[in-house]
């Protein structure tokens, strides 16, 4: 389980991904996006929407959500099936610990 600190603090987009990923929530689009809703969230939880931009269109426009969704595909900690992301055992193996995580990444 996560410790709180600095390193917690930076992986906190990239756990919080990972945790809706293993809670069975996403299924891209049919581009293989992320579902907006999901874009939206993640950027108003790290304050990476522009002003003016509040409700993007999908991944592509906010920048930094599709930078962590090409980081957990190349590392291998999600895969698709069908439609629906799903965690791989590497991706639940890495979440046990931040240390794991950022060894990972």
């Given at each position: 389980?996560?410790?709180?600190?600095?390193?917690?603090?930076?992986?906190?987009?990239?756990?919080?991904?990972?945790?809706?990923?293993?809670?069975?929530?996403?299924?891209?689009t049919?581009?293989?996006y992320?579902?907006?809703?999901?874009?939206?969230?993640?950027?108003?939880?790290?304050?990476?929407?522009?002003?003016?931009?509040?409700?993007?269109?999908?991944?592509?426009?906010?920048?930094?959500?599709?930078?962590?969704?090409?980081?957990?595909?190349?590392?291998?900690?999600?895969?698709?099936?069908?439609?629906?992301?799903?965690?791989?055992?590497?991706?639940?193996?890495?979440?046990?610990?931040?240390?794991?995580?950022?060894?990972?990444?």
């Open positions: 389980m996560p410790a709180g600190g600095p390193l917690a603090e930076s992986l906190r987009p990239l756990r919080l991904l990972l945790d809706v990923v293993e809670d069975g929530e996403v299924e891209l049919t581009r293989d992320l579902p907006r809703q999901l874009v939206i969230d993640l950027g108003s939880e790290f304050g990476w929407l522009l002003p003016g931009h509040e409700r993007p269109r999908g991944e592509i426009d906010v920048p930094q959500v599709a930078a962590l969704h090409e980081l957990v595909r190349t590392r291998r900690l999600v895969r698709r099936k069908g439609r629906a992301l799903l965690l791989t055992k590497r991706g639940r193996d890495v979440m046990a610990s931040d240390e794991a995580l950022a060894t990972e990444v």
